[in-house]
């Protein structure tokens, strides 16, 4: 019998010695290895896998509060957005009360300042301010009832003198005129 015992090492590098732990000797119908396993009847795992499943999902919410969020959600979206367009039309509602200051300002009569805004509105530009863009619109196209004035003498009322009073000039202003 070259080798009988089934926990001798036959290792050719090994000196024969037993080792247990690689070649452990089979079981004999009778007895139970005992490797630490234990077994579970299917109550047991149910409830297992309950309470691992409550652990986990621990501080989740209900499909009904998750629904109930859900339209929360969209509720304040919804008043996001019209927030957003009510800042908007409010930006834009004081952007023309400015234009139209401005234009007051510049001597434009007031039932003429929404046409002038609009018309003045159409020339800016990313690189063009308002303001920039109505100083160079009346420039050439000066209101209605507007009069241009020069400082310079170049003012004659008739008589080879300049005048010097504010009323003079405007009278010669309105004599040169016709």
């Known amino acids: 019998m070259e080798n009988e015992n089934p926990n001798v090492n036959t290792n050719p590098a090994g000196e024969?010695?037993?080792?247990?732990?690689?070649?452990?000797?089979?079981?004999?119908?009778?007895?139970?290895?005992?490797?630490?396993?234990r077994t579970f009847t299917q109550e047991q795992l149910d409830a297992i896998i309950a309470r691992?499943?409550?652990?986990?999902?621990?501080?989740?919410?209900s499909a009904e509060q998750m629904a109930a969020k859900d339209t929360s959600i969209s509720s304040l979206t919804t008043e996001?957005?019209?927030?957003?367009?009510?800042?908007?039309?409010?930006?834009?509602?004081?952007?023309a009360l400015k234009n139209e200051k401005f234009l007051a300002g510049k001597g434009?009569?007031?039932e003429m300042?929404?046409?002038?805004?609009?018309?003045i509105g159409k020339l800016v530009t990313d690189k063009k301010t308002f303001e920039q863009a109505a100083e160079e619109y009346l420039?050439?196209?000066?209101?209605?009832?507007?009069?241009?004035m020069s400082t310079g003498g170049g003012v004659n009322n008739g008589g080879g003198t300049?005048?010097?009073k504010p009323n003079e000039i405007m009278n010669a202003i309105f004599r040169s005129a016709k």
């Open 16 to 37: 024969g010695s037993t080792n247990a732990n690689q070649n452990p000797a089979p079981q004999q119908q009778g007895q139970q290895q005992d490797s630490g396993l």
């Open 52 to 61: 691992e499943r409550s652990k986990a999902t621990k501080g989740w919410f």
């Open 80 to 95: 996001r957005d019209n927030a957003r367009n009510e800042l908007a039309t409010t930006r834009a509602e004081l952007d």
């Open 108 to 110: 434009v009569p007031s």
């Open 113 to 119: 300042l929404e046409f002038y805004a609009f018309k």
């Open 139 to 148: 420039k050439d196209n000066p209101p209605a009832g507007t009069v241009r």
């Open 162 to 164: 300049q005048p010097q």
